[in-house]
Each structure stands twice: as structure tokens, then as C-alpha cells.
């Protein structure tokens, strides 16, 4: 039976909200997210083992990694949304894809957090995507909890990697944690906040939690305390220089603290929990389109961040993920698709696991709800209960490459065309449709080249649609502005292309092409599209 909204209880929102702290696991692929997503649920409970993609034997497949492809590569290419219980406080993990040409899902996963856990390869520094990334959380003035991963293998100096912290993020680096031995002979940490010194050792190769023991550092043989002592040494020389940590310094994005960890073995992860309950922020009032921040205690509202179709292949499932803005949110409940003004029932709600999920009775602000069957939801949409809300959209990138696609068997083009239609409804890529080419040759845009192939196994696996892909020469598109006068169906070096929300696109083979434009068309006015792929 569907029910209205509940009857709110300000107070019981406000403690719900300060309890929960929703923030992604962000950085360039390979540093670890899916790992340390898998050690904070081995560690908080949620899982009985932790594994990873690439492991030994003893270890499994990475539960965040749904997707075929993910697991077969080791890679992360869907966000993932996990709760976790730790300490009496929820933690909402958002675990955002690792390759760099799925930066556009990443950018709208980091439009739902209140901070980010920014993990660095201690053998590598800062990389690329990492820098964008960091780019994107500075532009939102998200804070910034900075973890430095693989302390277990060889790697760069602690020092090194706290200074170029402070110059690549433009913010203040202090250490809570700090490592006992280099890169590569990980002996324990200095918790700094706890002023404790302890050993680690892993169990079951990281399977489980690792067995932590105080250590005296005064009371050791001088021949095994030389690595503490240093320890103790360095981080005195980091406080002396960067000082304390100052939580409204974090919270206002100026701060970065800082922790050493080795994930695949759980060391400096229960730390890093830690840190996240007492210092990470719990959910604010959200600003709205209009900028007036919805209340916490406000009636029900949020924003679908993300659209996945496809986990369970038996039930063609799709999901839309709501991050809950404010009030209370009850399955079952009415609500409001501010984009269409269609009343939405929440029959069935979900909080998602992997390919796993449980039933999602109560939710409150911080938390991300899946809602099942939402066919009729969209990337961006405001939902919400009795008072309206638009919250601001999330941007767009820009697309740099194009491809046509055409069904191979053209018998399977009813599957074919709703393949491409379910692609484009999550965002997987871009779907641009021309009049030279007509429905049957849709052209595929896209920010990387793996969002092709990731579009192209959807097709041939999801839908029994294979899928041949010919790149074209394109490598920029613009937004026509809807008050262009005289459009032209075609013209030289690009061409005309329209979105099924009644965009319509120009694209091009360079910017020179777009000089050629303006001058042969005064009167179009072309306007860049969402986000640079370079914030």
C-alpha cells in the first residue's frame, strides 16, 4: 500500500543526518578504491572476507566490481554505494569508477558526497586523473581526507609525498597516522591523534583484519627502535611546520589530513575510519537552483546522481540512485519527479551491495536509496515531498569522440534500438542522432575510448544485440543554442546531430572547423556543453 509522506520529526532528522557521512573513494586507477571500499566493509562488519580483483586464491573478486568487464580487468568503471555501520555512525561509500574516460561518472557521483577520501600510490605521487579529480572536488569545496596507499611496497619518500600534497591540492597537509619504516617495510604507524605507536601484521594475506599491538617505542632494544624514532622524528617536523589539525580549516577544503595505509593488508584502515566518524562532515543544508539551502529537517528531497540498468540480467533491473537531501524517506512514500511535476511511487527500494541488496524501509539525509524499476527517472532529477525543490544539474562533459553504431544483425534491431536507449538513459555515453545517417545509425559520443567498449558488451550481452562500432573523424562538439537562426542540415568539416532531450549538437573535426562555422553561419550561436574534461 503506498503511503503519503511521513509526519516529520525535526529532531529525529537532525540526529539521523549527524550520524551519516556519505563520501567517494577517488584517484587514478590502480591506486586501490576497490580495495579500500572492500577493507572499510571487512573492517565496519559488512563483509566476512575482503579480496581483490587481481589477488591470490584465497581471495575473491572484488564485491563492489559487479560488471563482467570490471572483474575480468580489475578495473572500476560503475560507482558502486555501499552503507556501512561503524562506531554507531553510517557511513555511505561511494566508490567512483577508476578509468579515467569514465570521469563524467565520477563527476556526478562527486555532486553527491559531503567529502572524498583521496587515496595516492606511494610508488607513483599524484597522476593525472587524481589531479582532475581534485580539480572537481576544489570547484565544489568538498573536503579532502588524503590517503597515501601501498605503504607496503617500495616507493617514494614520506616527506616528498607530504609536501607535494600541500603543492598539488593548494592545501595544508597534516599527518594523523604516520608510517614506522620506508616505503616497502611497513612496520607499523604513529597514531597521532591517539598519541599511540602500533604494530601491524597481516591476516590471512589481508583477508581479514590485521592484528594490531602497542608498541612502547622508550622501552624497545635501541637496535629495533630506530624506524620508530624516525617515525616520531619526521611527523615532529610536519606538525612544526604545517600544525595542528584544525576542523574548520578541513571542512572549508583548506586542510587535507593526512594518513598512511597498505588497504590489501587492512593497515592504517581502522585508522582511517576513525578519522571519518570524528572529523568527516555529516550532511548540511543543500543548496537548491534558486540558492536557498534546503533545511535537513525539510521535507523529503533529494537528486538522482547516477542510473544503472543491468545487475541482475534475470530481471533487467534498473536503478536509480537518490542521495537523500532532507526529511525522512519512508518505502512506499509519494514523491514528486520536479522535471515532469509526475507523482513517483517508491514501492521498491533497495540499498545496493555489489549484485546484492536488502530492502531500504527508512532512509534519512547522507543516505543513497536505489530505487528499482524508476524507468521514468533521469540523471539529475529533484525529487521530492509536499514543498518543491530544484537542486542544481549536474554538468555534462563534453564528448571528443564519436562513433556510429549499427546492429549486426539487423534482424535484432528492436533489441538494438532499446540497448541504445538504455545506454543513453544511464549516461554510459552520450547518444546523438543525425538525419544523414537516420534511427538506424545512432552516433555514439563519448569523454574515453572504453566507454565504446563497455557500450558495445552491454549491447552484445544485456540485449543479444551485437554491435559493430566505425569511428569517425569528429574529435569536438557544441551546443546550437535554441534561439540560432538559420541551422544548416549539413555544412563543411562537421556536422548536425540532435539529443532525445531536443539538444541540438554540432560537432566537428577541430576548433579550426569551428572558426569556419562562425563565419559561414553569423547566425547560429554555438555554447560549450557542461564540464571541460580537463576540470
Not at 361 to 384: E, Q
Not at 395 to 409: Q, W, Y
Request: glycine share 8%.
Amino acid at each position: 500500500m503506498l503511503t503519503e509522506s511521513p509526519v516529520l520529526d525535526a529532531d529525529a532528522v537532525r540526529r539521523e543526518a549527524g550520524r551519516r557521512r556519505t563520501f567517494a573513494v577517488i584517484s587514478h586507477p590502480d591506486a586501490g578504491k576497490s580495495t579500500l571500499t572492500e577493507a572499510l566493509a571487512l573492517l565496519a562488519s559488512a563483509i566476512q572476507n575482503a579480496g581483490v580483483t587481481h589477488g591470490k586464491s584465497s581471495r575473491h573478486a572484488t564485491v563492489s566490481d559487479w560488471m563482467g568487464i570490471e572483474q575480468d580487468r580489475g578495473i572500476s568503471i560503475s560507482s558502486a554505494a555501499l552503507q556501512l555501520t561503524y562506531r554507531d555512525t553510517i557511513l555511505n561509500v561511494v566508490d567512483t569508477p577508476g578509468h579515467a574516460d569514465f570521469s563524467e561518472d565520477t563527476y556526478r557521483v562527486l555532486a553527491a558526497v559531503d567529502s572524498a577520501v583521496m587515496l595516492i600510490d606511494a610508488a607513483k605521487g599524484f597522476e593525472p586523473q587524481t589531479v582532475k579529480l581534485l580539480a572537481v572536488c576544489k570547484a565544489r569545496n568538498i573536503p579532502i581526507i588524503t590517503v597515501i596507499n601501498k605503504w607496503d611496497r617500495p616507493g617514494l619518500d614520506a616527506l616528498g609525498l607530504i609536501d607535494d600534497v600541500g603543492e598539488r591540492t593548494g592545501m595544508t597537509p597534516v599527518p594523523l597516522t604516520w608510517p614506522a619504516g620506508i616505503a616497502g617495510d611497513f612496520k607499523g604507524l604513529l597514531d597521532l591523534r591517539a598519541e599511540r605507536a602500533i604494530a601491524l601484521e597481516a591476516v590471512e594475506a589481508g583477508a581479514q583484519a590485521a592484528d594490531e599491538t602497542d608498541v612502547d617505542i622508550d622501552a624497545l632494544d635501541p637496535r629495533d627502535a630506530g624506524a620508530w624514532l624516525e617515525a616520531r622524528e619526521e611527523s615532529g617536523l610536519v606538525e612544526a611546520s604545517n600544525g595542528s589539525f584544525d576542523r574548520e580549516e578541513f571542512e572549508a577544503a583548506r586542510q587535507t589530513p593526512v594518513l598512511f595505509a597498505a588497504a590489501a593488508k587492512n593497515f592504517g584502515v581502522s585508522q582511517l575510519l576513525d578519522i571519518l566518524v570524528d572529523v568527516a562532515p555529516s550532511p548540511s543544508p543543500r543548496p537548491s537552483k534558486e540558492d536557498e539551502p534546503r533545511p535537513i529537517e525539510a521535507p523529503l528531497s533529494g537528486f538522482v546522481f547516477k542510473v544503472q540498468a543491468g545487475q541482475d540480467s534475470a530481471h533487467r533491473d534498473h536503478i536509480a540512485y537518490l542521495r537523500i537531501c532532507s526529511g525522512t524517506f519512508e518505502r512506499g512514500m509519494v514523491i514528486t519527479n520536479q522535471r515532469t511535476g509526475k507523482p513517483f511511487a517508491t514501492k521498491y527500494a533497495h540499498r545496493v551491495l555489489g549484485r546484492s541488496r536488502e530492502v531500504v524501509d527508512t532512509a534519512w539525509p547522507g543516505d543513497v536509496v536505489g530505487l528499482v524499476n524508476a524507468t521514468s527517472l533521469r540523471v539529475g532529477d529533484s525529487l521530492f515531498a509536499e514543498q518543491p525543490v530544484q537542486f542544481p544539474d549536474i554538468p555534462r562533459f563534453s564528448p571528443e569522440l564519436f562513433a556510429v553504431a549499427r546492429a549486426k544483425d539487423p534482424g535484432r534491431y528492436k533489441q538494438f534500438r532499446r540497448g541504445i536507449e538504455q545506454l543513453e538513459h544511464e549516461g554510459v555515453v552520450q547518444v546523438l542522432r543525425s538525419d544523414l545517417r537516420g534511427d538506424q545509425a545512432p552516433v555514439l559520443a563519448a569523454v574515453g575510448a572504453l566507454q565504446f567498449e563497455v557500450a558495445a558488451e552491454r549491447l552484445g550481452t544485456e540485449f543479444n544485440a551485437p554491435t559493430s562500432l566505425d569511428h569517425l573523424s569528429y574529435s569536438l562538439a557544441m551546443r546550437v543554442s535554441p534561439e540560432s537562426q538559420g541551422v544548416p542540415e549539413t555544412f563543411r568539416g562537421g556536422e548536425i546531430m540532435f539529443r532525445s532531450d531536443g539538444e541540438i549538437v554540432a560537432v566537428f573535426g577541430d576548433k579550426w572547423k569551428v572558426g569556419h562555422f562562425k563565419k559561414d553561419y553569423p547566425d547560429v550561436v554555438l555554447e560549450a556543453i557542461g564540464a571541460a574534461v580537463d576540470q
